[in-house]
T-cell receptor
Framework: GNSVTQMEGPVTLSEEAFLTINCTYT??????LFWYVQYPGEGLQLLLK?????DKGSNKGFEATYRKETTSFHLEKGSVQVSDSAVYFC?????????????FGKGTRLHILP | DTGVSQDPRHKITKRGQNVTFRCDPI?????LYWYRQTLGQGPEFLTY????????KSRLLSDRFSAERPKGSFSTLEIQRTEQGDSAMYLC???FGTGTEAFFGQGTRLTVV
């Protein structure tokens, strides 16, 4: 079946550091890929998305590029802020497949130190 | 539209009791999902609907769990004979079509004592 694997946390960085959170996936159809973020005490919200190979999703300074050849969708940010401290989830929905439900990785907790 | 709404936000119940949660999706969304989230974990898929049809129920889910979406609008998730292991955050999400992002509610936190 389909699956999402993301790097385990927690990840601790200093403010203004470069961030990468790795995500790889397995899917048999044509997946759409997503990054969701969960801030402390809040619900899950969509951070960015990409729907086809080589698309780049971006929002709030975060970016992720849909790489079909490496089945990856790594999340990056050039300069993190304390306010980026949260849990980040990679997810997919496999279009063109009977199994098209949205599934999530286990999440990566990010701590940004001032 | 106020987004996805879940009720109640918190539920404390005694082991062995039945509980029911409600989810009101975004009005034009035809897909509705239920997930369970425990501390430090990602959302675990439970079931999903397209309109009123239940497309899949997780094989990990026991027969004590059932969900409905009558008339393709709101949905209910019922847990019968609750166990302590059922304590978790139950999340509802909705989307329009396949391959599109889902919007989440704030969740219902269940505590079984």
């Amino acid at each position: 079946g389909n699956s999402v694997t993301q790097m385990e946390g927690p990840v601790t960085l200093s403010e203004e550091a470069f961030l990468t959170i790795n995500c790889t996936y397995t899917a048999t159809g044509y997946p759409s890929l997503f990054w969701y973020v969960q801030y402390p005490g809040e619900g899950l919200q969509l951070l960015l998305k990409a729907t086809k190979a080589d698309d780049k999703g971006s929002n709030k300074g975060f970016e992720a590029t849909y790489r079909k050849e490496t089945t990856s969708f790594h999340l990056e940010k050039g300069s993190v802020q304390v306010s980026d401290s949260a849990v980040y989830f990679c997810a997919l929905s496999d279009r063109g497949n009977r199994d098209d439900k949205i599934i999530f990785g286990k999440g990566t907790r990010l701590h940004i130190l001032p | 539209d106020t987004g996805v709404s879940q009720d109640p936000r918190h539920k404390i119940t005694k082991r062995g009791q039945n509980v029911t949660f409600r989810c009101d999706p975004i009005s034009e969304h035809n897909r509705l999902y239920w997930y369970r989230q425990t501390l430090g974990q990602g959302p675990e898929f439970l079931t999903y609907f397209q309109n009123e049809a239940q497309l899949e129920k997780s094989r990990l889910l026991s027969d004590r769990f059932s969900a409905e979406r009558p008339k393709g609008s709101f949905s209910t998730l019922e847990i019968q004979r609750t166990e302590q292991g059922d304590s978790a955050m139950y999340l509802c999400a909705s989307s329009f079509g396949t391959g599109t992002e889902a919007f989440f509610g704030q969740g219902t936190r269940l505590t079984v004592v």
